[in-house]
């Protein structure tokens, strides 16, 4: 709850460290906090209103409805919609109004671990790359190194060494980090501790033994695909048809090395706008040997 996080965080630094009580909270709907000191300019005073609102569900915008902010923090930003992003976005530069002074740098600052590559601020940050937005990455707390370098493993015999140029260790116990990675799987502590784009295993893989480091690569070899080797086409016929293009080497290894991903994509469209158009145009001359997901042709009930 914002209780027990934001809030508690704000208290310690603004009263707690201080010694001060800098920050006055009032436990209404929603709840409220005020700030009031002197400006180091030693001419002015800063007063500042902070609003707390709970916003990890879509449908909880309409809580946003006919605020005049200045600027806002999405804290842990990785757990809100992006339709609350962008609301937010329409709330800002909005007090004091213009005829008042205006807002002094308008802005929306967001905090958040690394996500996966299909998350929203992905998508921000690595592909759409929109204007007046900019990222800043915190160095990880500790990097991969040798066995002969390293001072803990993770479950999968990974070593990690501290990460000389990391930050806010004076902030952290000497052994926080280590004591994370100890016991913990490599995806975790990729995306936790070496704050690197991924996702962490749900449920029950299908390959218990499939190691994401170990069986992939971004640098495909222009060599492929293999002329005169079949090619491997398994498709997902799902809500967002999908298709994994694969070829099984002579020496029996097999390489997945190009795929077709959509989103909430007919049958129909996928065929005729993805599917036929790579075969007969990227992989023309290829012999193809086709696979289709049985469960994937029941898109929905009242499909």
Known sequence: TLKSTVIKSMIQWFNEKTGKKLLNVVYDVPIRANMRFPHP????????????????????????????????????????PRGIHQMLKSRINRYPAKDDGGAHKPQIICDYNAVDTEHWLYKIAEVEKPQKHAFHVQPPAMIMCTKNDGIVEDTEGNSYKVNPDADNFDHLDEDYYIDQIAGADADWVSVFVMNNYGSLRKGKPVYKAYNDRLHSSDDISADWPLKGVP??????????????????????????????????????????????PKLYSEYRGFQFEIFIDPAGTARSPND
Request: hydrophobic share 45%; proline share 2%; net charge negative.
């Open 231 to 276: 090619m491997l086409v398994g498709i997902d016929l799902g809500l967002d048809p999908a298709a994994a293009f694969a070829q099984m080497t002579p020496t029996g290894q097999l390489i997945v090395f190009d795929e077709i991903v959509t989103e909430d994509c007919s049958i129909e469209e996928f065929i005729e706008d993805h599917l036929r």
């Open 41 to 80: 300019d030693g001419e002015s005073i800063v007063d500042i209103e902070y609003i707390f609102i709970a916003l990890d569900r879509e449908e909880e915008v309409n809580k946003l409805q006919s605020l005049e902010l200045t600027s806002c923090w999405m804290n842990e930003a990785a757990e809100i």
